[in-house]
């Protein structure tokens, strides 16, 4: 059964970091791409970023580009995110996600969620 659960989030200030986390079991990983989405209140559940099985493909929103950073860990805790010079309007419940194929190709079909981690950031 896949299980993932995010952590890492919190109240910062404008211009700080958080460094998200994504416990997961009930795969191997290391063969499924995996992303972030972002959900604030009354706004629909937004793509963040994604990474490939491998590691070696990324792809971000253009409104995180040069500020957020995803990365592949290890088998318990595949991905991570990177989030440096956040804004108030990076505030929202956070989300890891993984895909339903194994070595699947752009464009991903995530299947499997997390429960979210809430990122609040302060002016």
């Known amino acids: 059964q896949v299980q993932l659960v995010e952590s890492g989030g919190g109240l910062v200030q404008a211009g700080g970091s958080l460094r998200l986390s994504c416990a997961a079991s009930?795969?191997?990983?290391?063969?499924?791409?995996m992303g972030w989405f972002r959900q604030a209140p009354g706004t629909e559940r937004e793509f963040v970023a994604a990474?490939?099985?491998?590691?070696?493909?990324?792809s971000y929103a253009d409104s995180v580009k040069g500020r957020f950073t995803i990365s592949r860990g290890n088998a318990k805790n595949p991905v991570f995110l990177q989030m440096n010079s956040l804004r108030p309007e990076d505030s929202a419940v956070y989300y890891c996600?993984?895909?339903?194929?194994?070595?699947?190709?752009?464009?991903?079909?995530?299947?499997?969620w997390g429960q979210g981690t809430q990122v609040t950031v302060s002016s």
């Open positions: 009930g795969r191997t990983y290391n063969v499924y791409a």
């Open positions: 996600a993984t895909e339903r194929r194994p070595y699947g190709d752009y464009p991903y079909e995530f299947h499997y």
């Open positions: 990474i490939s099985g491998s590691g070696g493909s990324t």
